[in-house]
Nanobody, 121 residues
Framework: QVQLVESGGGLVQAGGSLRLSCAAS????????MGWYRQAPGKQREFVAA???????SYADSVKGRFTISRDNVKNTVYLQMNSLKPEDTAVYYC???????????????WGQGTQVSVSS
């Protein structure tokens, strides 16, 4: 089993910045992908950013140029630096990880509990 613990959410004014962190722990052989999704009230969960263990990074168009994802493979932690925040960035942000716990078993998908990000206008 793998646990993902997020931190760093909060309330910020438009134009401000926040940094989210997500630490993975438990039965980890390798973490293939770590990333972030978000869900605003009344909307479906959507992709924000992700990074692979090979260093490939992808972003949703809505956050390109404003958000930066990074990863510490030693600490099994992924970060999301969010700058120039907008009210439409308000959502619960969820950490996601695709983890291989044993070398001879398929990877599994895990989610964190979510952290609230609120941006006031």
């Amino acid at each position: 089993q793998v646990q993902l613990v997020e931190s760093g959410g909060g309330l910020v004014q438009a134009g401000g910045s926040l940094r989210l962190s997500c630490a993975a722990s438990g039965s980890i052989f390798s973490i293939n992908v770590m990333g972030w999704y978000r869900q605003a009230p009344g909307k479906q969960r959507e992709f924000v950013a992700a990074t692979t263990n090979g260093g490939r990074i992808s972003y949703a168009d809505s956050v390109k140029g404003r958000f930066t994802i990074s990863r510490d493979n030693v600490k099994n932690t992924v970060y999301l630096q969010m700058n120039s925040l907008k009210p439409e960035d308000t959502a619960v942000y969820y950490c996601n990880a695709v983890v291989t716990s044993f070398a001879d078993r398929p990877a599994r998908n895990y989610w964190g509990q979510g952290t609230q990000v609120s941006v006031s206008s």
